[in-house]
């Protein structure tokens, strides 16, 4: 039923009703569904849904505007079954409507969810953890900033970029979230259907390279946690729990849009972290990552933005990683030594710190580096990982000292 | 029923019954049975019908004024002097009385500290005001 849910709103909207009014019709209506269907299932459930939303505008606007005398020819007939092709344009319109640009991150987030993904704002509270009242404002007044005729600054060069933003915001959440519990993870899987659904309706590649950088991360994720909730690192994870059908599957749409470059249309960021994930997922074992394709790759993410330290922190501190493994720890410590005035307060410096004294040999170094990253950390699980690593690194390096002392 | 909150603290408090270094200095099984601790104790709430929330609260502090009129807040980060107390997270639960919310404090500051024995951690124990209307 959800994945009715942005071609009736589009319907809707398309024929000139007011998004927000049509978005809660359409609430409605799928209430109604819920109920009615169980014992009664339309014929054409699209066109059912299409119905009794309008009734509900119709009736909305009746009992509000009864002194207007408005027309009452929009209790049209639904059109029968529509046509299938137009299931892209319509995701594609509803993206842009919720994603635009005069929103607030969190409100376009919130909007697309609902809008687009038919998500209940009582699940969207619970996945970003807070109060369903709060999120319910939240959506309404995102939905009276888009009231009025739609579509008026839609369409721009650049909103294409904002909905790839807010899809992948909505996936992030999904794995850094305060959380991790089930509704994290659906949010996860949700972001995978609509960018599935981008693909389709756009030949954009970077739409694409979103997709396969979904696809090849979401992957890994069964060995991300083990048994007990603990973060399991990319170089200790058991790589049989990695989802191959996933992998094949982002490697595909990856390379069908590296296949669209040309000379003055380079990949973009998506296709490049793309690239990156592919890389990792490739590899047998830790020890055959191919570190030199990777920081060729991170190279090209870093060339990406002009102010890459400022602007792309997670590219220059994963290139660091990268320099670290290809040309050794220490030139990976120089590359960090350069981010510290701007970086050096972010648990995450501290952390690639840790790892690179770690790959040299530095426990002490690498204890120390790895606590002081646990005490800048935001994130539960990623602390007590961190604190792990830290005592590890310790008891490691009291073993090394014992061995000497021998 | 009333709710309490069992406060843990990065520092601050009453004498330590027992001192111990940093957690990221003890051995890496004692980090184990201490953060899994953690966890059971979450559960065991659960379980009880008496868990409500468990938050942690990062150590980095920033304490904000109003500046005046037309003035952006004023705000400092420290230096903090080492006594002052600083809150490192909390459970909130709902149980029958007070002498529960005691008992559950105490089992809480049983946790494993290093070489697996008790941490004798001091929790603080507050209760939670209502508005208005609590006969519920």
């Given at each position: 039923m959800r994945a009715l849910v942005p071609r009736v709103l589009a319907g809707l909207v398309r024929r000139g009703e007011d998004f927000d009014a049509a978005e809660?019709?359409?609430?409605?209506?799928l209430l109604e569904a819920l109920r009615v269907w169980p014992?009664?299932?339309p014929r054409d459930p699209r066109a059912w849904l299409q119905t009794v939303a309008t009734r509900r505008l119709v009736d909305a606007r009746r009992s509000e505007a009864a002194?207007?005398?408005?027309e009452e020819a929009t209790e049209a007939e639904p059109r029968a079954g529509g046509p299938t092709s137009e299931e892209g344009d319509d995701t594609l319109f509803l993206l842009?409507?919720?994603c635009h640009p005069d929103l607030a991150p969190a409100s376009q987030v919130a909007l697309t969810l609902r809008a687009v993904g038919g998500l209940t704002t009582r699940e969207i509270a619970d996945a970003f953890y807070v109060p369903e009242a709060t999120m319910a404002q939240r959506i309404?007044?995102?939905k009276r900033a888009l009231a009025g005729p739609p579509a008026r600054r839609l369409d721009q060069p650049g909103d294409l970029a904002v909905v790839l933003r807010v899809l992948y915001l909505?996936?992030?959440?999904?794995?850094i979230g305060p959380h991790t519990g089930p509704p994290a993870q659906d949010l996860a899987a949700e972001a995978i259907r609509l960018a599935r659904q981008l693909t389709l309706a756009t030949e954009e590649p970077e739409a694409r390279g979103l997709l396969a950088l979904m696809l090849l991360n979401h992957a890994r994720l069964p060995a991300r946690l083990d048994s007990e909730g603990r973060i399991v690192t990319l170089d200790r994870q058991d790589r049989g729990l990695w989802d191959t059908r996933e992998i094949a599957e982002g490697v595909r749409v990856l390379q069908s849009a590296l296949a669209m470059q040309?000379?003055?249309?380079?990949?973009g960021r998506y296709q490049v972290e793309a690239a990156i994930a592919a890389l990792h997922d490739d590899a047998a074992s830790a020890e055959e990552t191919d570190w030199p394709q990777i920081l060729a790759w991170y190279d090209d993410l870093v060339a990406l933005t002009d102010d890459p330290v400022r602007q792309d922190p997670a590219a220059v501190l994963g290139r660091a990683v990268a320099v670290g493994h290809v040309l050794g720890a220490a030139a990976g410590l120089r590359e960090t030594d350069r981010l510290r005035d701007v970086l050096g307060e972010r648990h995450k410096w501290h952390a690639v710190r840790g790892h690179l004294h770690e790959l040299s040999g530095d426990l002490p170094a690498a204890a120390t580096a790895y606590a002081d990253a646990a005490g800048r950390a935001t994130n539960i699980a990623e602390r007590d990982h961190l604190v792990r690593q830290a005592a590890r690194a310790r008891a490691g390096s009291h073993g090394a000292t014992t061995i000497r002392g021998r | 029923m009333p709710k309490y909150l069992l406060l843990k603290h990065y520092r601050g408090g009453p004498e330590p019954h027992r001192p111990v270094p940093p957690i990221d200095q003890w051995a890496p099984e004692d980090v184990e049975a201490h953060v899994a601790f953690q966890h059971h104790v979450s559960k065991l709430l659960e379980e009880n019908g008496e868990y409500v929330d468990a938050r942690a609260l990062t150590p980095a502090r920033t304490w904000v004024r109003y500046g005046g009129p037309d003035a952006a807040p004023v705000t400092t980060d420290g230096p903090h002097p080492e006594t002052s107390d600083l809150v490192a997270g909390w459970w909130m639960i709902d149980v029958e009385s007070h002498e529960r919310a005691v008992e559950l404090a105490a089992y809480v500051s049983s946790e494993p500290g290093p070489g697996g024995k008790p941490l004798y951690e001091w929790i603080d124990v507050r209760e939670i005001m209502w508005e208005a209307s609590s006969d519920d």
């Open positions: 809660d019709a359409l609430q409605e209506a014992d009664h299932p002194r207007q005398r408005r842009f409507c919720c309404s007044r995102a909505i996936y992030t959440t999904a794995h040309t000379e003055d249309r380079r990949p | -």
